[in-house]
């Protein structure tokens, strides 16, 4: 799990650093920050729920509410960029690119779950 985290944290400043990188723009700041913070929220709570009796099924229930939680998010953070006047194409970009890549490193983590998981005889 930390190789998860540690890949997940570096490339989250990474992505913060080039949204500060590519201008003034505070829409690319926004998604580069909601985007890194609810994927590092994630796997934290997918490796506390990896000590429950089942945990790919706890991965998983964590997976779905933190997919929603993200819904929330991006929602609310598309009217905070709207009522700032900044870019919402910026923000789209900055959210949703890295956005898939921490779907495949939590993927990557489900998968890893799997199989290490015990099956019964």
């Not at 985290?5 to 913060?16: D, Q, R, S, W």
């Not at 953070?77 to 921490?102: C, E, K, M, N, S």
């Amino acid at each position: 799990m930390t190789r998860y985290l540690l890949f997940t944290a570096v490339f989250g400043l990474g992505v913060i650093a080039a949204s500060l990188l590519a201008g003034p723009n505070r829409g690319a700041l926004v998604g580069a920050m909601a985007s890194s913070a609810t994927a590092l929220a994630s796997l934290l709570f997918m490796q506390r729920g990896s000590r429950a009796s089942k945990p790919v099924h706890a991965a998983l229930f964590v997976a779905l509410a933190m997919f929603l939680a993200r819904i929330l998010v991006v929602t609310l953070a598309t009217i905070a960029v709207v009522r700032a006047g900044d870019g919402i194409p910026a923000f789209l970009v900055a959210f949703f690119v890295p956005y898939f890549v921490f779907a495949g490193i939590e993927g990557a983590y489900l998968h890893s779950l799997t199989r290490t998981a015990q099956t019964p005889a």
